[in-house]
């Protein structure tokens, strides 16, 4: 079997193990491969001495000169699979061709939805990842991003909320292991002829690979940090082991909560990014890296709602669904991770949209009933539009209008952002785009988080290529 690094994924591990030793079966681990440098290549011998901070990682790693390593030749032929299906118990039954395994797949999903009120897929719009499985889908995908030349834009529009190739749409392969982080990047060196003539063959590293390349280190160092911290990864208090945050829990006790966390998943909090993200995971299984981190933020920053809800959330919608990069992210954003400012750092989506998605195509696109908005400032937050527009629209008495979720004031050229961007603020990303500002106040005894909602979206410019 492949090792991983998971605690549940370890258990199998060793649970296959004892079983092979007890009936005299050779037992093989492979290493995972699917990932940029390989672990034979990583300079700590010692989990424990892995970096905290990202950087620190990456700048041991390079130059990356022998890395990646070659991949593994097909194998030829695989073993045939055994004759015999150990029974299943009931209610389980082991389908025996392809249809009643995809039928078998599917019954849950089809039963019963997860949300009983969710919005239905939005008319004239396309998912951003019409995902298809298998090796074949994943080469044809990499051999289209780079035959278009979008390898080369990515550093240009991986910040995009919408269309097929702002960003390689890569993940659910490589989460899945259809493809290998070492097969994306080849054709800078000219290694592969199938790419003769395509813009960049064999000239080396450029901007836009050298993002892909940076994106795919922090996919490796996201996994690494799950072999140094083992169980925290699933923890409240995260890898810095910090439980002094006041996180609100859903429950009886606390109607409220549970009404706003209801209202996240459906997409209806009236903040138009988070809505139309939100509507666009759970139609298609996907949503931006911009969206996830906004929409990350905002439970846990805006809302103050236990982030292991929105990780779980993701872990059950994402096609793209990997357990380092999945709870990792979900940690570093809300402030109990592996990033260096931690809890200061806060996402405003409104600024973040105004930066992003500038006329608001994206909200409209996932949020149907704000189509006939035509101003930003609506868009980004109904409440704002006029009691006569909400009739218009269908949406007197909605939620959305009359019970915003957070209401957050950001004026167009207002001051605060930083970069002079069109929008009074950097519309390039800072330190992984995530903002920062507020402070701790322990008064009372009372843990409260102060933030200042502002400033997401710095510089830094520490960073070799404009982050997140
Ligand atoms: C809250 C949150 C949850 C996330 N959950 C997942 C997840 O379950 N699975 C997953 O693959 N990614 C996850 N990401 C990371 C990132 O959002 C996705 O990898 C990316 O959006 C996938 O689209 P893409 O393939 O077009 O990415 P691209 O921008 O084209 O990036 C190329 C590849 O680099 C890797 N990558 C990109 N961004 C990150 C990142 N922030 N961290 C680690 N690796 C990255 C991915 O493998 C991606 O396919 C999460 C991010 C956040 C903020």
Redesign the pocket.
């Known amino acids: 079997m492949t090792g991983e690094e998971g605690v549940e994924e370890k258990r199998e591990e060793r649970a296959a193990r004892t079983i092979a030793v007890k009936h005299g079966i050779e037992f093989k681990l492979w290493i995972d491969e699917k990932y940029f440098v390989d672990d034979r290549d990583v300079p700590f011998s010692d989990p424990r001495k892995y970096p905290d901070v990202f950087t620190s990682y990456r700048k041991a790693v390079e130059p990356l000169r022998d890395a990646p390593r070659k991949t593994l030749a097909t194998p030829k032929s695989l073993p045939a699979p055994p004759d015999v299906v150990p029974p299943q118990k009931e209610p389980f039954s082991m389908p025996d061709n392809y249809d009643d395994v995809v039928a078998a797949l599917l019954k849950p999903l089809e039963q019963k939805p997860m949300l009983d009120n969710i919005a239905p897929f939005p008319k004239d719009t396309k998912s951003a990842m019409p995902f298809e499985g298998g090796s074949k889908a994943g080469h044809h995908r990499i051999q289209h991003l780079i035959g278009s030349g979008s390898m080369t834009k990515?550093k240009d529009t991986?910040n995009g909320l919408l269309g097929l190739d702002f960003?390689?749409?890569?993940?659910a392969w490589?989460?899945l292991g259809c493809i290998t982080?070492r097969q994306l990047l080849d054709f800078e060196e000219g290694r592969d002829d199938q790419y003769k003539g395509t813009e960049g063959y064999g000239k080396g590293e450029n901007k836009g690979t050298a993002a892909?390349r940076f994106?795919?280190l922090?996919?490796d160092y996201?996994r690494l940090c799950t072999r140094k911290f083992g169980p925290r990864l699933f923890e409240i208090g995260g890898f810095r082991n910090d439980d002094s945050y006041p996180w609100k829990t859903p429950g009886r006790e606390n109607p409220e909560v549970q009404e706003a966390l209801q209202r996240f998943l459906n997409g209806t909090t009236g903040m138009g990014l988070i809505d139309a993200s939100q509507r666009e995971l759970y139609h298609t299984g996907?949503t931006?890296?911009r969206a996830?981190?906004n929409?990350?933020s905002y439970l846990a920053k805006h809302l103050g709602i236990n982030w292991k809800l929105?990780?779980e959330w993701?872990e059950c919608q994402?096609s793209?669904?990997?357990l380092s990069?999945?709870w990792?992210?979900?940690q570093?954003?809300a402030g109990v991770g592996n990033d260096p400012r931690g809890e200061a750092r806060v996402f405003n989506p409104v600024k973040q949209a105004f930066d992003y998605d500038h006329q608001g195509d994206y909200v409209k696109a996932w949020v149907e009933e704000l189509r006939g908005l035509s101003e930003p400032q609506e868009i980004f937050q109904v409440h704002k539009a006029s009691p006569e527009k909400a009739k218009d629209l269908g949406l007197e008495g909605s939620v959305m209008v009359e019970k915003p979720l957070k209401k957050i004031e950001f004026r167009v050229g207002a001051k605060g952002g930083r970069g002079g961007g069109k929008y009074g603020g950097s519309s390039r990303g800072g330190a992984r785009g995530r903002g920062r500002g507020g402070n701790h106040n322990h008064a009372n005894g009372k843990h409260e988080r102060k933030r200042t909602e502002d400033k997401a979206t710095q510089c830094n410019g520490s960073h070799p290529i404009p982050v997140?």
């Open positions: 990515y991986r960003s390689t749409k890569l993940s490589l989460a982080a892909v994106e795919l922090w996919r996201m996907y931006s890296n996830r981190q929409v990350a929105g990780a993701y994402l793209d669904y990997d990069n999945n990792g992210n979900w570093y954003v997140r």
